[in-house]
């Protein structure tokens, strides 16, 4: 039980400070370059982040449950800072304080990230993970959100005159939008709906959905950082999404899984 909370702590961190770091580059590159206080802050959130990562690295399935622990509660502190950040510019931006090149949903979207970061540190710490099966719909209704999020985004920053490429973003966009509302359905259904035949159903349509979504980045990344496509896509933008498509990808893996050896 020890092992698994120090082995599972440590991924989460290794995953999400990455994560954050990137966060807060990708905000100051949406900064207008007058709003200096903002920069200073993202700089200051991407090296925090940064030594968290370096730290969590460093620790290994042999260090100490204690040490881990109190490391858990020192990361959601700096999260919980990083989340506030993220909701300030979004005041900003959505009250026309701030010009810039962040979309008011990216900005939401990062933060949401930050909450679902802060969340599983306290379950960690607490001991608290959901049960299979509402783990099964809690994380289909976030991550499916923000898959949904990521087609948007790519639609919006390729350049219109890739046709083809600006359909296709378009159409994970609706598809997305699909599975997220069939999800928030089998949310409401809850507890009824927490059925062995319903869950794995639900978990195979939407592995085969996200494993084109994930592909679908791969190769954008790919073109983007061989320069073949026109956006405003910076392709650690384009990687960071594709990422997060693979780690939402491990964790269905890993539901069914858990639910073929439940039957
Ligand atoms: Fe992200
Ligand atoms: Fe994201």
């Known amino acids: 039980m020890a092992d698994h909370f120090v082995d599972r702590s440590l991924e989460e961190i ?16 949406g900064f207008n370059c007058d709003d200096t206080q903002l920069i200073r802050e993202a700089d200051r959130f991407y090296s925090i982040f940064e030594n968290i990562e ?10 100490d449950p204690q040490t881990i622990y109190d490391f858990n509660k020192v990361v959601h502190g ?38 679902y970061f802060m969340k599983r ?28 999020d990521h087609a948007k985004f790519i639609n919006h920053l390729l350049d219109p005159s890739e046709r083809k490429l600006v359909e296709q973003a378009r159409d994970f966009s609706h ?15 809850r507890p009824e709906s927490l059925t062995q035949p319903l869950l794995d159903q639900f978990v195979d349509q939407n592995r085969v959905s996200v494993r084109q979504l994930r592909d679908f980045k791969k190769t954008a990344y790919e073109l983007i950082e061989a320069c073949r496509i026109k956006s405003i896509i910076p392709p650690l933008l384009a990687d ?22 439940t039957k």
């Open 14 to 29: 290794r995953f999400w400070s990455r994560i954050m770091k990137e966060h807060s580059l990708f905000l100051k590159l």
């Open 54 to 63: 370096n730290q969590s690295l460093a620790y290994s399935s042999d260090t």
């Open 78 to 115: 700096a999260v919980c800072h990083i989340w506030a950040f993220k909701r300030k510019v979004l005041e900003l931006i959505i009250h026309c304080k701030i010009l810039g090149n962040n979309f008011p949903l990216l900005v939401d979207h990062v933060s949401r990230e930050a909450a």
């Open 121 to 148: 540190l306290e379950q960690l710490n607490t001991g608290t993970l959901d049960p299979l099966p509402d783990a099964v719909i809690n994380e289909n209704v976030f991550f499916l959100k923000i898959m949904a």
């Open 175 to 189: 598809d997305f939008d699909q599975l997220l509302f069939q999800a928030i359905d089998l949310d409401s259904m």
């Open 240 to 261: 960071h999404v594709f990422r997060e498509a693979s780690h939402f990808l491990e964790i269905l893996d890993s539901f069914e899984l858990e639910l073929s050896a």
